[in-house]
């Protein structure tokens, strides 16, 4: 699936840096930046290196410059706003195209001269690459110059004034850290300085530090003489490498074209995110494994996220041993029934403060044994299920219990232990402690699983007794008649009765307790009061708390961040119980099919090719939050994948 983009798409600059792209290489090491070539977020960087994955990340090149000089005069083709509006790069004024399909592509034009533009990062290395053609058409020589602003910092901060940067043949050092490059061109020293206050519309308008500094002590330069057409070839790496560019761009393409051929799926906007949820996969150097890193630019790898996204981005894209590397991390790691919410660096404990991803651990084993029927893996991983069912049951920490009637309750103080899990200071905007539906669904769920792969591994237990006991309470207790819909926890609080997204896993779960009747009102009624094209409301618009728009400080985002902001992910359980509730019916498929093609419209926006996070409760007509997510992609795959094979 490629995505083109022409110049009314850049009319005015604030257009052009609506949209950016994302590139990743497997360590947590990424390159992005907007579609005109400018950088709006302090997060954005033309190489952020991971040097121990997935999170210990540096922005070694935070941006290029790029100019050509001709019949006299030198013009800009990079983009850039800056604090001092008369500083401002425009060379969007020359970008005639910009795409994206495995890999970002610009087409400048200006008097004669095309200069075509493409970069790539290799897979499991921290190294980038940028290719420049020129075609001169002119009856003089043209010279194309490249600066890179270097700045060598960890991710989200930003160099200081007395930090030196040292250029030594193919080398730049800079706090203890050593970039190489090649290049075909001409590299030039000049008298190092900083390039300072550096615009980050996008920081600004959430709150976060609106300006940022670079350095600048070089260029790389090629000469191009008349009515011939050259290259500029640059490589970047944390390490020496003979690589040159044309290797990595087309080593990307035949990597990105088999992660589409293995996943098998049929449909290009599928193919496209099957794609697009490689970029989460990352290693892990603390467990040896592999994770999931939750969203870019903001997010490192959490469990409750990667038990989500896992579904999706691993096991309906076929790449199957990256699910059970990442799933025998978490068995390695879990502990008194949990696993981690949060794993170690260095020397730090794991957290422990999530409710679900145990329970949705059970339920990622089972989705991989219905795709492999690999008995041997559920082997292993069952002591550590029973171990889960077990502890649930007793009690384990963060107020995580089975009550007399078998329901699950969670919470206390102010531990957030759901994926509303918002706190401020000492405000829990949604605290649901008590007995949150999800999570009791997903309970149910879990010792149906348990009973029938009991029943595969010859180790029976009466999950069945248990799972029919807490099946009879859930009806007798979340049914809400008058509403016709599911409490969305049982608290005695008001918090019971107001309409959220998180019935929706009752209906959706490869096991569920209500009958079909109900099942359907259910899915009638989070249509009807938190359905967008977008993604699910995650409050009512009717409900007094409810808040219409995400942004601001970051007080103002947190407080809106489940009280009706639309998020993505949630989505894919809502098409997967609609379609389970009509039969995978004719109709309803392509009822489903025709509301997806609105999400095509969303991989064009925000981060191209990918789906964001979150989008405003009120009108959802811009991505907020992370502009890449990896739940959000991989709860859509599944629904990709359930319309092709159900």
Same mark, same amino acid.
């Given at each position: 699936?490629?995505?083109?983009?022409?110049?009314?798409?850049?009319?005015?600059?604030?257009?052009?840096?609506?949209?950016?792209?994302?590139?990743?290489?497997?360590?947590?090491?990424?390159?992005?930046?907007?579609?005109?070539?400018?950088?709006?977020?302090?997060?954005?960087?033309?190489?952020?290196?991971?040097?121990?994955?997935?999170?210990?990340?540096?922005?070694?090149?935070?941006?290029?410059?790029?100019?050509?000089?001709?019949?006299?005069?030198?013009?800009?083709?990079?983009?850039?706003?800056?604090?001092?509006?008369?500083?401002?790069?425009?060379?969007?004024?020359?970008?005639?195209?910009?795409?994206?399909?495995?890999?970002?592509?610009?087409?400048?034009?200006?008097?004669?001269?095309?200069?075509? #533009?493409? =970069?790539?990062? %290799?897979?499991? /290395? $921290? @190294?980038?690459?940028?290719?420049?053609?020129? !075609?001169? &058409?002119?009856?003089?020589?043209?010279?194309?110059?490249?600066?890179?602003?270097?700045?060598?910092?960890?991710?989200?901060?930003?160099?200081?004034?007395?930090?030196?940067?040292?250029?030594?043949?193919?080398?730049?050092?800079?706090?203890?850290?050593?970039?190489?490059?090649?290049?075909?061109?001409?590299? #030039?020293? =000049?008298?190092? %300085?900083?390039? /300072? $206050? @550096?615009?980050?519309?996008?920081?600004?308008? !959430?709150? &976060?530090?609106?300006?940022?500094?670079?350095?600048?002590?070089?260029?790389?330069?090629?000469?191009?003489?008349?009515?011939?057409?050259?290259?500029?070839?640059?490589?970047?790496?944390?390490?020496?490498?003979?690589?040159?560019?044309?290797?990595?761009?087309?080593?990307?393409?035949?990597?990105?074209?088999?992660?589409?051929?293995?996943? %098998?799926?049929?449909?290009?906007?599928?193919?496209?995110?099957?794609?697009?949820?490689?970029?989460?996969?990352?290693?892990?150097?603390?467990?040896?494994?592999?994770?999931?890193?939750?969203?870019?630019?903001?997010?490192?790898?959490?469990?409750?996220?990667?038990?989500?996204?896992?579904?999706?981005?691993?096991?309906?894209?076929?790449?199957?041993?990256?699910?059970?590397?990442?799933?025998?991390?978490?068995?390695?790691?879990? %502990?008194?029934?949990?696993?981690?919410?949060?794993?170690?660096?260095?020397?730090?404990?794991?957290?422990?403060?999530?409710?679900?991803?145990?329970?949705?651990?059970?339920?990622?084993?089972?989705?991989?044994?219905?795709?492999?029927?690999?008995?041997?893996?559920?082997?292993?991983?069952?002591?550590?299920?029973?171990?889960?069912?077990?502890?649930?049951?007793?009690?384990?920490?963060?107020?995580?219990?089975?009550?007399?009637?078998?329901?699950?309750?969670?919470?206390?103080?102010?531990?957030?232990?759901?994926?509303?899990?918002?706190?401020?200071?000492?405000?829990?905007?949604?605290?649901?402690?008590?007995?949150?539906?999800?999570?009791?669904?997903?309970?149910?769920?879990?010792?149906?699983?348990?009973?029938?792969?009991?029943?595969?591994?010859?180790?029976?237990?009466?999950?069945?007794?248990?799972?029919?006991?807490?099946?009879?309470?859930?009806?007798?207790?979340?049914?809400?008649?008058?509403?016709?819909?599911?409490?969305?926890?049982?608290?005695?609080?008001?918090?019971?009765?107001?309409?959220?997204?998180?019935?929706?896993?009752?209906?959706?779960?490869?096991?569920?307790?209500?009958?079909?009747?109900?099942?359907?009102?259910?899915?009638?009624?989070?249509?009807?009061?938190?359905?967008?094209?977008?993604?699910?409301?995650?409050?009512?618009?009717?409900?007094?708390?409810?808040?219409?728009?995400?942004?601001?400080?970051?007080?103002?985002?947190?407080?809106?961040?489940?009280?009706?902001?639309?998020?993505?992910?949630?989505?894919?359980?809502?098409?997967?119980?609609?379609?389970?509730?009509?039969?995978?019916?004719?109709?309803?498929?392509?009822?489903?099919?025709?509301?997806?093609?609105?999400?095509?419209?969303?991989?064009?926006?925000?981060?191209?090719?990918?789906?964001?996070?979150?989008?405003?409760?009120?009108?959802?007509?811009?991505?907020?939050?992370?502009?890449?997510?990896?739940?959000?992609?991989?709860?859509?795959?599944?629904?990709?994948?359930?319309?092709?094979?159900?």
């Amino acid at each position: 699936m490629k995505f083109v983009y022409g110049k009314q798409d850049w009319a005015v600059r604030e257009r052009g840096e609506e949209n950016c792209y994302l590139l990743t290489n497997g360590l947590g090491g990424f390159s992005s930046g907007t579609m005109i070539g400018s950088n709006t977020r302090n997060d954005h960087a033309f190489f952020m290196a991971c040097e121990e994955p997935p999170n210990y990340r540096y922005n070694m090149i935070h941006r290029l410059e790029e100019e050509i000089c001709l019949g006299g005069n030198c013009f800009h083709l990079s983009s850039q706003a800056y604090m001092d509006a008369e500083l401002n790069e425009e060379g969007y004024r020359y970008l005639s195209a910009f795409s994206f399909e495995d890999y970002p592509k610009w087409i400048y034009q200006i008097d004669g001269v095309e200069v075509v #533009k493409r =970069i790539a990062m %290799k897979q499991g /290395e $921290n @190294l980038i690459a940028v290719i420049y053609e020129i !075609d001169n &058409r002119r009856k003089a020589p043209v010279n194309f110059r490249v600066i890179p602003h270097l700045q060598f910092v960890p991710k989200g901060e930003q160099p200081e004034k007395t930090q030196q940067f040292i250029l030594e043949g193919n080398r730049i050092s800079s706090k203890g850290h050593t970039l190489y490059f090649y290049t075909d061109g001409t590299t #030039k020293k =000049i008298q190092g %300085k900083f390039a /300072e $206050n @550096l615009y980050y519309a996008y920081d600004a308008c !959430d709150g &976060r530090t609106e300006k940022g500094n670079t350095f600048v002590n070089h260029y790389i330069e090629k000469q191009v003489e008349a009515q011939t057409c050259a290259y500029l070839e640059i490589v970047y790496s944390m390490r020496e490498t003979t690589l040159d560019a044309k290797q990595v761009i087309q080593e990307t393409v035949r990597y990105r074209k088999n992660l589409a051929d293995t996943s %098998k799926l049929e449909h290009e906007a599928a193919k496209m995110l099957v794609k697009s949820a490689d970029q989460f996969v990352a290693e892990r150097k603390s467990t040896g494994g592999k994770t999931i890193l939750a969203g870019f630019p903001f997010f490192e790898d959490w469990g409750r996220d990667t038990m989500i996204a896992l579904a999706g981005c691993c096991i309906s894209t076929r790449q199957f041993e990256n699910v059970k590397s990442i799933l025998r991390t978490f068995a390695v790691y879990c %502990k008194d029934g949990l696993m981690p919410n949060l794993f170690p660096e260095g020397k730090n404990e794991p957290r422990y403060n999530t409710v679900d991803a145990a329970l949705l651990f059970i339920q990622a084993v089972y989705l991989y044994y219905q795709k492999t029927q690999d008995v041997s893996f559920i082997a292993e991983m069952w002591p550590v299920m029973k171990e889960i069912i077990t502890c649930y049951k007793r009690g384990t920490l963060h107020g995580i219990g089975m009550d007399e009637d078998g329901l699950i309750y969670a919470g206390k103080g102010f531990d957030q232990v759901t994926w509303m899990d918002v706190r401020i200071g000492d405000i829990l905007p949604t605290p649901r402690h008590g007995k949150p539906v999800e999570i009791n669904a997903y309970w149910y769920n879990a010792l149906c699983i348990m009973e029938e792969l009991g029943e595969v591994l010859k180790d029976q237990k009466d999950y069945g007794s248990l799972s029919g006991k807490v099946k009879k309470s859930f009806q007798e207790k979340f049914w809400n008649e008058e509403a016709g819909c599911l409490k969305d926890v049982l608290s005695d609080t008001n918090a019971d009765i107001q309409i959220r997204c998180n019935q929706i896993w009752a209906v959706s779960m490869p096991f569920t307790m209500l009958d079909k009747e109900r099942e359907k009102q259910v899915v009638d009624t989070v249509f009807e009061k938190l359905y967008t094209p977008y993604g699910l409301r995650t409050l009512a618009k009717e409900d007094k708390e409810f808040h219409g728009i995400y942004g601001g400080e970051m007080l103002a985002r947190d407080l809106a961040y489940h009280q009706g902001t639309v998020w993505v992910f949630p989505m894919g359980a809502y098409y997967l119980a609609y379609l389970k509730t009509r039969d995978y019916s004719k109709e309803a498929k392509e009822k489903v099919q025709e509301q997806l093609e609105v999400l095509e419209s969303a991989m064009r926006e925000g981060c191209i090719g990918q789906l964001p996070e979150i989008y405003d409760g009120g009108n959802p007509s811009f991505s907020r939050g992370c502009f890449a997510q990896a739940w959000s992609v991989g709860e859509i795959l599944r629904v990709y994948e359930a319309l092709e094979t159900k």
